[in-house]
Every structure is written in C-alpha cells, then in structure tokens.
C-alpha cells in the first residue's frame, strides 16, 4: 500500500558523507513516523535513525553526532545526512515508513528494497 524509493547510497572512503533520502507514495493514510535501519552481514538490522510525524528524533548510540535525519513538511520523504563515516558504517541501509491504527492497536510497517552503503579506502 505504501512504496518507499530510496536513493544517496555508494562507495565512500573512510571520513567522507553520504546523503540517503526516501520518498514515500501510495498511502492513503497519514505516516506516523519514517526511519533508517541498515543491516551488515551477518548482523541484525538495526535501528539507526528514525523521526516521528511531530519531528521527534532518536539516533543509535553509534552514529549520534555524525548522522542527522530530517523530514520535509508534507511528511511524507526523509532523509539521512551521514558524515564521519567508517568502515562499520557498511550495510544496507533501509527506508521505514510507520503507521499506527489506534483500533487495532498496532504498527504497520513498510520497508524499502535497500540501498548498498560501503565505506572503504
């Protein structure tokens, strides 16, 4: 019901900045909050940065002070800034987009298809 398309990911050397973005169509419902996770091989995916509708954020432990997300004012794109970047930073990044039903009770998640961060020398 919702497709997210994702762009910004690469090959960058250690230090360098990329910038993800993630654009949301298809809902027919209002986004309760947007976010990146990524996963390397091997390891879960993880949580690194998400932004409710209100424009509350929270950041993984890692990447707070070197990453920063936004989101524009129809809420329905976000974006990653991702600067300092190092060799752990490299993983599929994925665009999430959440909505609550409050009769339910429950999320509803939807997922982009990934996009490919590496950074190495």
């Known amino acids: 019901q919702v497709q997210l398309v994702e762009s910004g990911g690469g090959l960058v050397q250690p230090g360098g900045s990329l910038r993800l973005s993630c654009a949301a169509s298809g809902s027919s419902f209002s986004i309760n909050a947007m976010g990146w996770y990524r996963q390397a091989p091997g390891k879960q995916r993880e949580l690194v940065a998400a932004?409710?509708?209100?424009?509350?954020?929270n950041y993984a432990d890692s990447v707070k002070g070197r990453f920063t997300i936004s989101r524009n004012n129809a809420k329905n794109t976000v974006n990653l800034q991702m600067n300092s970047l190092k060799p752990e930073d490299t993983a599929v990044y994925y665009c999430?987009?959440?909505?609550?039903?409050?009769?339910?009770?429950?999320?509803?998640?939807?997922w982009g298809q990934g996009t490919q961060v590496t950074v190495s020398s």
């Open positions: 932004i409710t509708s209100g424009g509350s954020t």
């Open positions: 999430n987009a959440r909505h609550y039903d409050p009769i339910a009770t429950m999320f509803y998640d939807y």
